[in-house]
């Protein structure tokens, strides 16, 4: 199996982006109407004079937990931005193609203002607004992704087309 081209790995980055974020933002919603009544629901079903579990602590922690992903999201970023940037170096293409490609970055950049917007859309709306403050590394990204997407795409198009013709690193 060939495959001729890699830009469209583009619009993958994108998706995988926006459903990441939103699907984090949805979880932290949930555990946080969750948490008051988890919290009341536990603390009565602990036996009379026990004291060493402080169940309020430990729902923080979960809670805690799932804000970490705020931080991991420029990561996760980062590793889909250098997978993408090393299957363009293998792929072989054709100068020709190079023109095509500046079609298909209107495209992906119509694709990530979309997408930009929907997330915006989604966490102004009524609820989701509280707590998608405590999400900025995220918010952020979201907000530059038109931005961002652009960047990579045109590092995608030069890895893929400034290679010498006659080099062929498919065979690895």
Same mark, same amino acid.
């Given at each position: @199996?060939?495959?001729?081209?890699? #830009?469209?790995?583009?619009?993958?980055?994108?998706?995988? *982006?926006?459903?990441?974020?939103? @699907?984090?933002?949805?979880?932290?919603?949930?555990?946080?109407?969750?948490?008051? +009544?988890?919290?009341?629901? *536990?603390?009565?079903? #602990?036996?009379?004079?026990?004291?060493?579990?402080?169940?309020?602590? @430990?729902?923080?922690? $979960?809670?805690?937990?799932?804000?970490?992903?705020?931080?991991? !999201?420029? #990561?996760?970023?980062?590793?889909?931005?250098?997978?993408?940037?090393?299957?363009?170096?293998?792929?072989?293409?054709?100068?020709?193609?190079?023109?095509?490609?500046?079609?298909? *970055?209107?495209? $992906?950049?119509? !694709?990530?203002?979309?997408?930009?917007? @929907?997330?915006?859309?989604?966490?102004?709306? +009524?609820?989701?607004?509280?707590?998608?403050? +405590?999400?900025?590394?995220?918010?952020?990204?979201?907000?530059?992704?038109?931005? !961002?997407?652009? =960047?990579?795409?045109?590092? $995608?198009?030069? =890895?893929?087309?400034?290679?010498?013709?006659?080099?062929?690193?498919?065979?690895?």
């Amino acid at each position: @199996m060939k495959k001729k081209g890699n #830009l469209p790995d583009v619009v993958w980055i994108i998706a995988v *982006l926006f459903a990441t974020a939103i @699907m984090i933002i949805f979880v932290y919603y949930i555990w946080s109407q969750a948490k008051p +009544e988890l919290d009341s629901a *536990l603390g009565s079903s #602990l036996p009379a004079g026990e004291t060493s579990f402080n169940i309020t602590q @430990m729902t923080g922690d $979960v809670g805690g937990g799932i804000k970490t992903f705020n931080s991991m !999201i420029s #990561l996760f970023l980062l590793g889909l931005i250098v997978m993408t940037l090393i299957s363009a170096f293998f792929i072989q293409s054709h100068p020709v193609f190079f023109f095509v490609s500046f079609l298909f *970055l209107i495209i $992906v950049l119509i !694709i990530a203002v979309v997408f930009s917007n @929907m997330y915006q859309s989604i966490i102004e709306s +009524e609820g989701i607004s509280d707590i998608s403050s +405590e999400f900025g590394i995220m918010n952020l990204f979201m907000q530059y992704l038109p931005h !961002i997407i652009v =960047i990579i795409t045109i590092i $995608v198009g030069v =890895i893929l087309f400034a290679k010498p013709r006659g080099a062929s690193t498919s065979g690895i």
